[in-house]
């Protein structure tokens, strides 16, 4: 509905500066994004973080904890599309995504 908002993520696009090129990766090249669903154009606050990746980041996470995650809770994690949210007071979002190398990006949006 007009009161709610989604975010579907593509892929991502880096600037290299050692070559002066920009690599454009699809959503397996996304190892993390947020988004800061109410953004102050001050500081970027996480209020929603998915993981993606062509590895196993389900396997991974729960290594690198070494716990049991719950399967339906990670899968509303694991995805290029958000769970909706409702339209911010700002009039803006923020979308910070992190690929495997660490490079970071973030872009604003008025919505």
Do not use: C
Not at 3 to 22: A, C, L, S, Y
Not at 34 to 60: C, Q, W
């Amino acid at each position: 509905d007009a009161e709610t908002i989604q975010v579907k993520i593509n892929g991502v696009d880096v600037f290299r500066p050692g070559t002066g090129e920009i690599a454009s990766e699809g959503p397996d090249g996304i190892a993390l994004w947020m988004i800061d669903t109410d953004y102050n154009e001050e500081s970027f606050f996480v209020r929603h973080a998915y993981f993606l990746g062509a590895n196993d980041p389900y396997k991974a996470l729960k290594t690198t904890l070494k716990a049991e995650i719950d399967k339906e809770a990670w899968d509303t994690l694991n995805s290029d599309t958000s769970r909706p949210f409702p339209r911010p007071k700002t009039g803006r979002i923020a979308v910070k995504v992190i690929n495997h190398l660490g490079d970071e990006v973030m872009k604003v949006f008025a919505v």
